[in-house]
């Protein structure tokens, strides 16, 4: 098992965990970009969105209720917020275990880069 | 009704629509960001994701889906894409009514300006 973010969910390496249940873990980003910067991502290995099979797609809506509930507990929900999924290389994703990025607490531009 | 996607998603505004079931309507940007620049809404208004009802999430899941058909159809599925969810001032939501941004076609850099 060399993928961080399944080492992360066994709990092998340490994170700030803010939230778990059956499905999925959220914990604070190592390198945040704002002041609220959580990562959600599913206990089980799928690496990428474009890897996730249509039965299970009721998994990310999981994972957006749970960004939409750590909004509200953070304080951003009113404030605003970004939720995106970075998928393969030109999406940039650094990460081959599927994740949400949750940011917020300041003003957000582009998303695109 | 004066929202510019309930218009689009009634036919009353012209759109570039690539993709529409009973639930979402897929359409590309007016404003495109990237070479694959498409926008996938609910036919149904729900302003923002803070007030999308925990009991409609399968929706965003279905979203997601349609962003992962398009991508494949669109040719961006192995070189890469991101999905982006804005949601209020601090978020960049521009349109209130729920929306995902579909993007890819080019190297994507920093996600949250």
Redesign the interface.
Known sequence: MDCIFCRIAAGEIPADVIYTDEEVIAFRDINP??PVHVLIIPGEHIAS??E?P?EK??????M??V??RL?RSEG??????????????????DVLHLHM?L???????????
Do not use: P, T
């Open positions: 970009q704002a969105l474009a996730l249509e797609s009721v998994l990310v809506g999981h957006v209720d960004a939409n909004a951003i929900s009113e404030s605003g917020y970004r939720v995106v999924m970075n998928c393969g290389r030109q999406g940039g994703q990025h940011v917020g607490g300041r003003q957000l531009a582009g998303s695109f880069g």
